[in-house]
């Protein structure tokens, strides 16, 4: 029998040994290196970029026959270089390919070619990622390569940041009276210390209205964190001293009062969302060691503290469509954002990219839409976009949250006192919706059902319209003259609403996107064309917008939503002194919208956006992209990671930044350089009726970089 076991165990390990040399196998014995050779490249705005090849395997590595896809933010510049070329593919994948004639490569050998980029590459997000080798023989799979790495950067045409100048900048900063610095962040309205300590230990009891008794159980659970166990919860008045008392009392809104002293805890306030925040401002007085040790008591310095926001809409808005993000992960950033008092998750769930979210009347849309990796028709999974990679079904590029893992999310948000606001990305950014749809088409017209394969298409399949996007997709937004886009949006609408309901979560307003959609779009369709002609209040294809997003906002009205979007929902197209033009659209300034603006950069011509819109009488999330936008690089380094498209965002950005007079302290253009001191001469300033229209702000995380749980922590932290 012993012998038989060896025997067994031997066999195992052969079969996991080959099992492994098989998977080894399947990677290119190919060593593939980038490096920047330098930024302005013959004085032009473009990145002069080095690839070398190497063959590091036994054969000879074939001179034809092959291609290598890659993603980049940056847009190569079709070039042939050394027996190679470089061209676009789609949206932000390219692709090298050897011509005819090129030499193969034996052991050892390597091909080095040179290509342009449009634009500086400041980091390694700006360097090919997510690459890969395509046979020409067989194109429908990928291979990784056995080695892919970046050089290092050492270009002498850009002044990065030292470590010497960040000690520079804050070398000033008087660091003799910790006392001042706030324990509480935001900081309350008001708090006054007091004397004495409060004890608190695993056997102090909560005693609670009955209004309160969620959050009091909330509290419970972060004891358990605390010292191991819950803390124990009573409903009605405390037969003792050195309690927890929840109080309701006729403080309005998220407003609150917290009194520690030696006596025990009391946390007055009117409402459920009150209470919640003076919970969070007593754990925001909890020593950071005891949350990780677990001790068995902890003194709280006795204070009095009044406080209520600002703002009532306080916001996160987070990208899962482009990388996305495990349940545990959007738990976890829902903790931190309860910590910092945010009440609302931005949920950007779809994009050219992804769609995240299970629907019931559309598997189609996660099983294909949710899906990155080769091959590139976009058939049964959408392109190897952000880095993906040849494999789909891999974190984080694939990946979705089922019906259920949802709800469990809705209901952990409205716990925290956070509302999720879906955002459904129409008309433009819609490619995974497109293709998911394309593909039910495909599968209703095979069974030669025609009208049910046209009942939810999303593209004209005549449009010969010609475009490119920011990110450079040129398929991406739907056909808004199309009945079946409406049908399509009116049922994804009802399916989210009945998550909503049956996580029993707050829903008032939906994301409707309406951003970035490109210049040629509709021109080429003959369903635009034929709209145009029939409808009088329709002149050319500019007018569509205001028509789509008219029709959009009956569906969501018709359910009691409201329309939330980006600030182009607000704007419409015109021409001056023959030019293009964008300006502010007043036909829609009275319908209730909510528009999330973001283009507030310096230099652009849209520096007063934000205020345009608020006194033109929209409702206005300040969303800037010159302070929060926590994916931008924390600064001009080659190891920081993220874009820099607009600007950098380091530490004192966000906490600077004046919601009604930013034009007083912005400090720095899109390159990081010193804003000039005429920046703002012409620009509108808020009026005070537009000050009623700023109804909060937001901090933004979009996913292009984010490859992990912890590089998102990073860029939010």
């Not at 990145?47 to 034809?64: C, D, M, Q, Y």
């Not at 959050?215 to 004891?223: C, D, F, P, V």
């Not at 050319?540 to 906002?553: A, E, I, K």
């Not at 980006?566 to 659209?585: A, F, H, S, Y």
Request: glycine share 8%; aromatic share 12%.
């Amino acid at each position: 029998m012993r012998s038989l076991l060896v025997l067994v165990l031997v066999w195992l390990c052969s079969v996991m040994a080959l099992a492994q040399k098989k998977s080894a196998d399947t990677k290119i014995p190919v060593e593939l290196q980038w490096r920047l050779v330098t930024n302005n490249h013959q004085n032009e705005f473009k990145a002069l970029n080095e690839i070398t090849i190497r063959n590091i395997g036994k054969s000879v590595f074939p001179g034809t026959g092959w291609s290598i896809y890659f993603s980049c933010g940056r847009e190569a510049v079709p070039t042939q270089s050394n027996g190679m070329a470089v061209e676009h593919v789609n949206g932000d994948i390219f692709r090298f390919y050897p011509l005819a004639g090129n030499r193969d490569l034996k052991k050892g050998e390597a091909l080095v070619f040179e290509y342009n980029t449009i634009g500086n590459s400041l980091n390694h997000s700006a360097a090919p990622n997510g690459i890969y080798l395509v046979w020409d023989k067989d194109s429908s799979k990928g291979y990784e390569l056995a080695s892919v790495t970046h050089g290092s950067f050492s270009d002498t045409t850009v002044q990065y940041r030292s470590p010497a100048d960040l000690y520079n900048k804050y070398a000033s900063a008087s660091w003799s009276d910790l006392s001042n610095l706030p324990t509480i962040v935001p900081s309350p309205v008001k708090m006054q210390a007091g004397t004495g300590f409060f004890s608190f230990d695993a056997q102090t009891l909560v005693f609670t209205d009955p209004a309160f008794m969620a959050e009091a159980n909330y509290l419970a659970k972060q004891g358990a964190a605390l010292f191991g166990k819950p803390l124990m919860v009573s409903a009605g008045s405390p037969d003792r001293e050195g309690a927890i008392r929840l109080v309701k009392n006729d403080l309005s809104g998220e407003a609150y009062e917290l009194s520690i002293s030696s006596n025990g805890v009391v946390i007055s306030a009117g409402t459920g969302a009150g209470i919640f925040y003076g919970i969070q401002s007593l754990q925001a007085l909890v020593p950071a060691v005891q949350w990780k040790n677990k001790s068995g008591g902890i003194q709280l310095p006795a204070l009095q503290i009044s406080d209520a926001p600002r703002f009532g809409f306080r916001a996160l808005m987070l990208d899962i469509a482009r990388n996305f993000q495990p349940k545990a992960e959007l738990m976890r950033i829902l903790d931190l954002m309860s910590l910092y008092k945010l009440n609302s998750l931005h949920l950007h769930f779809n994009d050219d990219e992804g769609w995240r979210i299970e629907m019931a009347s559309f598997p189609e849309l996660t099983q294909i839409g949710s899906q990155r990796g080769h091959p590139l028709d976009s058939k049964n999974n959408l392109p190897a976009s952000y880095g993906a990679g040849p494999t789909p079904g891999k974190l984080p590029a694939s990946g979705y949250y089922s019906r259920q893992d949802f709800i469990e999310i809705l209901r952990y948000a409205k716990e925290r006192h956070i509302q999720i606001i879906p955002e459904i990305e129409t008309p433009g950014h819609a490619r995974a919706a497109i293709k998911s749809m394309d593909a039910r088409y495909r599968k209703y017209m095979a069974e030669g059902n025609r009208e049910e394969a046209l009942r939810y298409l999303l593209r004209d399949t005549m449009d010969q319209s010609k475009y490119s996007t920011a990110q450079y997709w040129t398929d991406n937004v739907m056909c808004v003259a199309l009945p079946s886009v409406y049908n399509f949006i009116e049922r994804v609408v009802d399916d989210i609403v009945e998550l909503y309901r049956e996580a029993d979560a707050p829903l008032t307003t939906i994301h409707m996107g309406g951003d970035e959609v490109p210049a040629g779009v509709w021109e080429g369709s003959p369903a635009c064309t034929e709209l145009i002609a029939k409808d009088p209040t329709l002149d050319n294809v500019d007018d569509l917008w205001f028509y789509y997003f008219t029709r959009v906002q009956k569906i969501l009205s018709d359910r009691k939503l409201e329309l939330s979007g980006w600030e182009e929902v607000g704007m419409r197209k015109t021409k001056l002194d023959g030019q293009p033009k964008m300006i502010v659209n007043p036909r829609l300034a009275n319908e209730g919208y909510r528009l999330h603006v973001w283009n507030n950069m310096v230099g652009w011509g849209n520096e007063d956006l934000p205020y345009r819109l608020a006194n033109a009488g929209y409702k206005v999330v300040l969303s800037p992209v010159s302070n929060n936008y926590f994916d931008m690089a924390y600064l001009r380094s080659p190891e920081e990671p993220g874009y820099y498209w607009g600007g950098f965002t380091d530490v004192d950005k966000p906490f600077y930044f004046i919601p009604y007079d930013y034009f007083r302290n912005t400090k720095e253009d899109a390159r990081g350089n010193a804003v000039k001191p005429d920046a703002f001469v012409g620009k509108d300033r808020l009026t005070d009726f537009g000050k009623t229209n700023i109804i909060g702000l937001q901090g933004l995380v979009w996913a292009e970089t984010i490859r992990s749980e912890a590089n998102l922590e990073y860029m939010l932290l």
